[in-house]
């Protein structure tokens, strides 16, 4: 009877503590799904809930039609994408450079103007010289870009071409470019001018060389 007495308590306590040890498994369980895990802090798996960084993202694996409108707007950063959205372009007609040497602030030649809109802008700028009759060594032709150019201002630059010497023989021709980026804040207006300089300090070859230009600008934000 004392044996009997014995078995039972002890299969009782065993079955007892069986259940116990389920439950306590159980309940770990449900503490690690929901615990942050020390390795969720370096964003490797198995990862957390809603820890994926961005530089784990390929580019273009996660469509917007695959996010629903909620998860969107808290998932994605919408920065507006404006990189090229807007662009000028604008080419302007040959003249000869009326005066070279002097001051560009009332000698510069006027071959036009274009618009940029507020935002960032790449502009790039080319300009074509062309000597109509011989001259003198030493002439240097400019192409700029500037605003608020006044005949008592040299106005901001938006862009500036100078520095070859352009050959003294009749015929003769001579290019060069430049890339500028510009913020403006405001709808503004740039004007295109061209000018040279000699190195004698002279007026020579005024009127005797034409400038030509083509502008491109591209909004990069």
């Known amino acids: 009877m004392n044996i009997k007495k014995v078995i039972t308590t002890k299969a009782g306590r065993l079955l007892v503590a069986g259940v116990l040890g389920a439950g306590v498994l159980v309940g770990v369980t449900v503490a690690a799904n929901g615990a942050v895990r020390p390795d969720c802090k370096t964003l490797s798996y198995p990862l957390c809930p809603?820890?994926?960084a961005a530089s784990q993202v390929v580019d273009n694996s996660l469509p917007?039609?695959?996010?629903?409108?909620?998860?969107?707007n808290a998932f994605l950063k919408d920065t507006p994408d404006v990189y090229g959205k807007s662009g000028v372009t604008k080419d302007f007609a040959s003249k000869p450079i009326a005066k070279i040497g002097g001051s560009f602030?009332?000698?510069?030649?006027?071959?036009?103007?274009f618009?940029?809109?507020?935002?960032?802008?790449?502009?790039?700028?080319?300009?074509?010289f062309a000597r109509t009759a011989?001259?003198?060594?030493?002439?240097?032709?400019?192409?700029?870009?500037r605003v608020g150019a006044t005949t008592t201002a040299f106005g901001t630059d938006y862009g500036t071409i100078l520095g070859t010497e352009i050959s003294p023989s009749a015929d003769r021709e001579l290019s060069g470019s430049t890339v500028k980026v510009v913020t403006v804040t405001k709808t503004t207006t740039v004007d295109v001018f061209a000018f040279g300089y000699n190195d004698d300090g002279s007026a020579a070859g005024?009127?005797?060389?034409?400038?030509?230009?083509?502008?491109v600008a591209v909004q990069v934000g």
């Open 64 to 72: 917007k039609t695959k996010l629903v409108p909620a998860d969107r």
């Open 115 to 128: 618009t940029l809109t507020p935002g960032k802008w790449l502009v790039n700028s080319t300009a074509f």
């Open 50 to 52: 809603r820890s994926v």
């Open 134 to 145: 011989k001259g003198v060594a030493g002439t240097r032709p400019e192409l700029a870009l």
């Open 206 to 215: 005024s009127g005797d060389i034409t400038a030509s230009a083509s502008v």
């Open 105 to 113: 602030k009332t000698n510069k030649t006027a071959l036009g103007s």
